[in-house]
């Protein structure tokens, strides 16, 4: 197969960070249908001045990646639950959302008006895919809107955390809470995004990779982080992640739950009471943007639960990320079906 004109772009080193590509796409939803979409090389947004996104939030997102195969071809992963989870996220914000149809072709049409950006195969980085829905109808009282966008835009990527597959250090910050129980932490909703920053931003002025939240609640439960699942491993070969009303559904960690009895763990999950950090002899941020990150250390109340002290990534989450990654990238056998070739 024959590869296209490559952007000239040092694709080994990229960060986790936009950068203009040759554009987007755009469809709208107006007067009960949506329609046809258009892609457009404009970064900007004409948009109402009061449309229920800027004011209410009206604004939920997903984020998958595209993958270049070391044949040629382009992949993606699990793109229907992408889908599936933007119809819910919409639903909990009372928006309307693209059939899983229209999610998959206009994410189809913006990574192949975008191949020059898709990363060679083995170069670590990848072809991030961001698709948002927004209201763009005008409100003045708070209400649903009565027009939607639903735009897919692309840029390629390097790893989230800082070095890749290399240990990060987590910070408990209690005095913030991600979402509640009967909240919004279920969608992928912008404005949790937001909540977020101030533990992020606290967590990464005193050193730390990212914050871990607990349960809204109780503050006994672990929750997840700003941006990924967590999970732990036990001496005894189990993966377990938190069950949780608050916690977004990870499609990382789901495809994770699938392979790790292949790999010989039992999975668990359910409620992770605080107390259980230290038990674990590894522990592992998960998400698309993340992929896994090896935790090397959580510090909860002024103390640290350490679980890596050569700043490798341990045998664990290894076995884990290759297992994973081998399938998105298509290397290794793709025996549940989860990748899915982009005709470019
Ligand atoms: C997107 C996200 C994740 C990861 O989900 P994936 O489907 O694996 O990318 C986890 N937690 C939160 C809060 C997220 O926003």
Do not use: W
């Given at each position: 197969m024959a590869v296209p004109p490559r952007a000239d772009i040092d694709f080994a080193n990229l960060a986790f960070a936009y950068r203009p590509t040759d554009g987007n796409v755009r469809y709208t939803w107006r007067d009960g249908c949506w329609d046809e979409g258009v892609e457009t090389?404009?970064?900007?947004?004409?948009?109402?001045?009061?449309?229920?996104?800027?004011?209410?939030?009206?604004?939920?997102?997903?984020?998958?990646?595209?993958?270049?195969?070391?044949?040629?071809?382009?992949?993606?992963f699990r793109i229907d639950e992408?889908?599936?989870?933007?119809?819910?996220?919409?639903?909990?914000?009372?928006?309307?959302?693209?059939?899983?149809?229209?999610?998959?072709?206009?994410?189809?049409?913006?990574?192949?008006?975008?191949?020059?950006?898709?990363?060679?195969?083995?170069?670590?980085?990848?072809?991030y895919v961001r698709p948002l829905l927004i209201g763009t109808g005008a409100r003045i009282g708070v209400r649903p809107a009565d027009e939607y966008m639903l735009l897919v835009l692309v840029t390629p990527v390097g790893p989230y955390f800082k070095h890749g597959f290399t240990p990060t250090k987590l910070i408990v910050e209690e005095e913030f809470d991600r979402a509640a129980p009967l909240g919004v932490g279920t969608a992928k909703a912008a404005g949790n995004y937001a909540a977020g920053m101030r533990a992020t931003m606290r967590a990464r002025e005193a050193g730390y990779g990212e914050a871990l939240y607990l349960d809204a609640k109780e503050?006994?439960?672990?929750?997840?982080?700003?941006?990924?699942?967590?999970?732990?491993?036990?001496?005894?070969?189990?993966?377990?992640?938190?069950?949780?009303?608050?916690?977004?559904?990870?499609?990382?960690n789901l495809s994770l739950r699938t392979l790790a009895p292949d790999l010989g763990y039992q999975v668990e999950q359910r409620?992770?009471?605080?107390?259980?950090?230290?038990?674990?002899?590894?522990?592992?941020?998960?998400?698309?943007?993340?992929?896994?990150?090896?935790?090397?250390?959580?510090?909860?109340?002024?103390?640290?639960?350490?679980?890596?002290?050569?700043?490798?990534?341990?045998?664990?989450?290894?076995?884990?990320?290759?297992?994973?990654?081998?399938i998105q990238v298509g290397d290794g056998e793709d025996k549940y079906g989860w990748t899915e070739e982009i005709e470019v």
């Open positions: 090389e404009s970064e900007t947004l004409p948009l109402h001045i009061a449309a229920t996104c800027l004011h209410y939030g009206q604004a939920v997102f997903e984020g998958l990646k595209v993958y270049r195969a070391k044949d040629g071809r382009v992949l993606c992408n889908a599936k989870r933007m119809s819910h996220s919409a639903e909990t914000l009372m928006m309307e959302s693209p059939p899983v149809a229209l999610f998959r072709d206009a994410v189809f049409r913006a990574a192949r008006a975008n191949q020059r950006y898709i990363p060679p195969y083995g170069c670590g980085a990848s072809l503050h006994k439960f672990v929750d997840e982080l700003g941006a990924a699942n967590f999970f732990g491993i036990t001496k005894d070969q189990r993966y377990v992640t938190p069950k949780s009303p608050s916690v977004l559904r990870s499609i990382t409620s992770v009471p605080i107390e259980e950090l230290d038990d674990f002899v590894e522990a592992g941020a998960c998400g698309t943007a993340a992929v896994i990150t090896p935790i090397e250390s959580i510090t909860l109340r002024g103390r640290d639960i350490v679980y890596l002290t050569d700043g490798k990534p341990g045998p664990h989450c290894t076995a884990l990320y290759q297992g994973l990654t081998s």
